[in-house]
Structure formats: structure tokens, C-alpha cells
């Protein structure tokens, strides 16, 4: 796949989303969200904490139609619809993707100490 067709693969398969860092305003643009999956760790304290995880593809250039983040960073979110997501980590991808891995925390906490 070349970098001519990122834009009509994010056309074809992308959503609206807002990627935010420290250093800009919010960017609106295109991105191909994957399914969200769930994700339990043991705090420090003994409890499981479930979070949720899901992959975000993003365009990596800015004047692209579909809008892009030409250095997209850890310590970043992205609004989905009405939720907002850490980015974690960031992969970057050959032909002008990246790859935006996403963790969100339950409002609702659902921590609860593992039996020993």
C-alpha cells in the first residue's frame, strides 16, 4: 500500500475523531478505530482494575483531507464519540500511518481485591 492511498483507505473504513496533546489544539480528523477489548491488572494495593483497550489508525500528515498528526505522542488523547482515550503507546507505520494504542478507565470503578 503507498501513502496515495492512506486518505481513501481512511475515507472508506474511518470515523470522526479529535486527537489532543499538550502542544495543540484539538485536531479533528479521519481515523480507522479497532474493536475495544478488555484488560484486567492488579493494582498495587491487591485489586483488579479492568480497562478497556482498542487501536486508533490515524493519517501522520496534517494536510491531508482527512487531517493528520505529523508526530502523534504518548501522553495524548483521543475522543471517540463522547469517550476519551489515553494514548499509550504510539507504532508507526510505513506509508503515512501511525498506530495509536488506547487504554480508557471505567468511570465506575470495578476494582475488586483478588482472593489470596
Known sequence: MGAACVPELLRQFGRT???RDERRNPVTLTAIVGDTHTREELDEAGFTVTEHTCEVKISTDPDA????????????????????WDIEAVD???????????????LVSTRRRVAR
Open 17 to 19: 475523531v479529535a486527537y
Open 92 to 106: 508507526t507505520m510505513a506509508d503515512s500511518l501511525a498506530v495509536l494504542h488506547c487504554v480508557r478507565k471505567p
Open 65 to 84: 483531507d482527512t487531517g493528520g498528526v505529523a508526530d502523534p505522542g504518548e501522553h495524548a488523547q483521543v475522543k471517540i464519540g463522547d469517550d476519551t
